[in-house]
């Protein structure tokens, strides 16, 4: 999911659970609107992946992810601006507020995007 704020989306994509997300992450990049000003694009450690940073900088955004521990050649990033991750996983606590969505009742991912839309919509009238 690629988030603006802890209230909006921009867009997002369903996964397999046994599959790694960075794949359908590098898709998103390209469906995501394109912003001239704050093209910072934090994402958590799932994502540091060569070609999901090197997909990003292509793209004009500013990948700002720590390197996991186990990497042999670590890069520096920008720590206090990636204090502001907090601000997606309080978008994805809002979503999981609905039973139906954090323990994925629904069999079809047809159903189960339309529900997270359907809770986003709902979210954002209350």
């Known amino acids: 999911m690629v988030t603006a704020s802890d209230r909006a ?13 960075s794949p359908e ?8 609107p394109y912003f001239k000003e704050n093209k910072f694009l934090l994402m ?12 990003a900088e292509n793209l004009g955004y500013e990948p700002v992810v720590p390197p996991k521990s186990n990497r042999l050649y670590k890069w520096d990033y ?6 502001f991750r907090n601000v997606i996983e309080r978008f994805f606590r809002r979503l999981k ?30």
């Open 9 to 21: 989306a921009l867009t997002f994509s369903l996964s397999g659970g046994e599959k790694n997300d």
């Open 25 to 32: 992450g590098i898709k998103l990049l390209y469906f995501t």
């Open 44 to 55: 958590d450690r799932a994502y540091q992946g060569d070609n999901m940073r090197l997909t």
């Open 78 to 83: 920008d720590k206090e601006l990636y204090k």
């Open 97 to 126: 507020r609905f039973r139906r969505i954090s323990t994925r009742y629904d069999k079809l991912d047809i159903l189960y995007s339309g529900f997270i839309l359907f809770s986003m919509i709902v979210d954002s009238l209350m």
